[in-house]
């Protein structure tokens, strides 16, 4: 299945199915790969079917794959200012400035083209995209 194509059921849809989940079911998740957000339209969708989201401990695919790979770490390059238009000192200063404004304290970025963005790197660790695996943390 493609999720987000027409015809193809949302993650919450296909959980709800009895033929996937049996009722009074219990679906696990590793709550470090999931948006809180995501986590409680899960949760809360689950409840409403009568199976319920739990959060497992440890990530289930790594106690079945042991020899799995591990993630690349590729050299990672400063990207100059000729092709980023702002240095990062830039973007962390107008970063603050909007963290001020809705009166947070930090933010943690998550995406790897926004870490990449932001700091002005590029990478090599997904084929054919120029990220590499990181996250970044402003504020307190």
Known sequence: MKYGLAGTPTREEWLANPANVPM?????????????????TLREA?????RQLVAEP????????PDRPPRPSL????????????TPADKFALLRETLAKRN??????AALDEVAWL???????????PVFFAYGKTGG
């Open 104 to 109: 947070a304290d930090g933010i943690v970025v």
């Open 75 to 86: 050299p990672i390059q400063i990207q100059p200012i000729e092709y980023t238009g702002r």
């Open 119 to 129: 700091f002005d790197l590029r990478g090599a660790d997904i084929p054919f995209n």
């Open 58 to 65: 440890v990530n289930l695919i790594d106690l079945v794959w």
């Open 46 to 50: 689950l409840a409403t079917k009568g």
């Open 24 to 40: 009074d079911g219990r679906v696990g998740i590793d709550p470090r790969l999931i948006s809180v957000a995501a986590a409680r």
